[in-house]
């Protein structure tokens, strides 16, 4: 299995625009998380989903994130508009069923200048 | 879900047993212990979990104490791709993930 996907690994982009995450979860995990790590936060959890459906998004900081989830296959974290206090590491995960072990993708370098 | 304490940063000679404590005094009964560990620059990456009994798998082996209220990560025989940042982390069945809760972690940095 090639583990879970992340596009793009690195985003440089300027204040005010549209970012797109992407993430492809482990085929037949049933669970996907999107996570943000900074220096001084360290890792957050933003949301997740249960079989597509979003179960918590307490962690979305605002307004200007969203995430979706339209099959198992695929996820999205959008910021729009985007500022500089956004960049971050972001990861996206997967599990299955309940379990604890959650499988973690190699991360989005965001740089919001 | 309990929180737990970690030391901020460990020693460790390479070949030599790495032994990470992990407080959680706290613990209910059906919470799980969990440990993660993060190679500077990648995701986490899950490594072991257990409830009361004594866990080992390829990777690490888990000592819980018999009152739960703390465990000890163990790697046998530490290299230097084992230096990273490890998280000790509970959690019950079917709680909301919201509150696994990654928290500072033990740096191990693991010496030639």
């Known amino acids: 299995d090639a583990g879970v996907i992340q596009s793009p690994r690195h985003e440089v982009t300027e204040m005010g625009q549209e970012v797109t995450l992407r993430c492809k979860p482990i085929s037949g995990h049933d669970y996907l998380f999107w996570y943000r790590q900074t220096m001084m936060r360290g890792l957050e959890l933003l949301i997740y989903?249960?079989?597509?459906?979003?179960?918590?998004d307490s962690g979305m900081p605002e307004d200007r994130f969203s995430a979706k989830m339209p099959n198992a296959s695929f996820s999205t974290l959008k910021i729009q508009p985007s500022e500089p206090r956004d960049s971050a590491v972001y990861f996206c995960a997967s599990s299955f069923l309940q379990t604890g072990e959650q499988y973690f993708g190699p991360g989005t370098r965001l740089t919001v200048t | 879900d309990a929180k737990t304490t970690q030391p901020t940063s460990m020693d460790c000679a390479e070949g030599r047993a790495a032994n990470l404590p992990c407080n959680h005094s706290?613990?209910?009964?059906?919470?799980?212990v969990y440990w993660y560990r993060q190679i500077h620059s990648q995701g986490p990456q899950y490594i072991i979990h257990?409830?009361?009994n004594n866990e080992t798998n390829e990777m690490a082996s888990l000592i819980i104490t018999e009152d739960r209220k703390s465990s000890t990560l163990i790697l046998p025989h530490a290299t230097l791709r084992d230096t990273a940042v490890y998280y000790c982390?509970?959690?019950?069945?079917?709680?909301?993930?919201?509150?696994?809760?990654f928290g500072s972690g033990t740096k191990l940095n693991v010496k030639p």
């Open positions: 982390i509970v959690r019950a069945p079917q709680s909301n993930f919201n509150k696994f809760y």
């Open positions: 706290t613990i209910s009964g059906n919470e799980y």
């Open positions: 257990g409830l009361k």
């Open positions: 989903f249960n079989n597509n459906v979003p179960i918590d």
